[in-house]
């Protein structure tokens, strides 16, 4: 039985639909955009009452949504896959910490950068909110990247790629930019190009975000 996965090109969608490739999972992908116009975004409210994506239906048709726990389900659902620590795996914790930290910390401040209308009605204020909604991103990139300095690699957690290495290369591709990421983050760049050498995510990356990025 498939999955269906609600989303689209370049926005947060991206780490499930490159998973759900990875495991190997069926899947159908639908594309819809939580920033369209009015129409769109029912559309979207329809199965999300948050409008957003990623928004997954399981097989039995029940839904999930947040990317993050959507990349741990996974994990955990097909750990043949090799993606995500065991429970009992001295990893684990350092695992969970930082995907619940790339959530909570800086994958939420596009919550603001997406629709700053939505934190103040003045539109006067909305550029000095984005301005600080990348500051505060690029803070928290800089907290990682210091916790990761020293550590060995090649990937986050050690030899194997895992689902860590998969949202924190998504969201290096985002705004304030590759570039800034680069600059902030040289602990965990060689992790990230390893990452999306990979053929599967590159094919998946490929689908979603222009070369030049």
């Not at 999930?64 to 043949?80: F, K, V």
């Not at 959530?103 to 934190?119: C, K, L, N, Q, V």
């Not at 050690?158 to 949202?167: A, H, K, M, Q, R």
Request: proline content about 7%; glycine content about 8%.
């Amino acid at each position: 039985m498939a999955y269906t996965l609600y989303g689209k090109a370049g926005f947060g969608s991206v780490c499930v639909e490159a998973a759900l490739e990875l495991v190997g999972a069926d899947y159908e992908f639908v594309e819809v955009d939580p920033l369209g116009e009015a129409d769109e975004q029912r559309r979207v409210r329809a199965i999300n009452p948050v409008g957003q994506v990623p928004t997954l239906v399981l097989p039995d048709d029940s839904v999930m949504t947040e990317s993050a726990a959507i990349l741990i389900w996974l994990g955990d659902r097909y750990p043949g896959a090799g993606l995500a620590p065991p429970i009992d795996a001295p990893e684990r914790a350092e695992y969970l910490r930082w995907m619940l930290f790339l959530a909570s910390s800086i994958y939420s401040t596009f919550t603001i950068s997406d629709g700053p209308e939505r934190f103040h009605r003045d539109s006067a204020t909305h550029a000095g909110l984005l301005e600080m909604a990348d500051r505060r991103r690029l803070d928290m990139w800089t907290v990682m990247n210091d916790a990761f300095d020293g550590v060995p690699g090649p990937f986050l957690l050690g030899e194997s790629l895992s689902l860590l290495d998969i949202y924190v290369a998504m969201m290096s591709r985002w705004d304030p930019g590759r570039a800034a990421f680069v600059s902030a983050c040289p602990a965990l760049l060689p992790a990230v190009e390893l990452t999306e050498a990979d053929p599967v995510v590159a094919e998946v990356w490929a689908r979603n975000f222009r070369r030049e990025h």
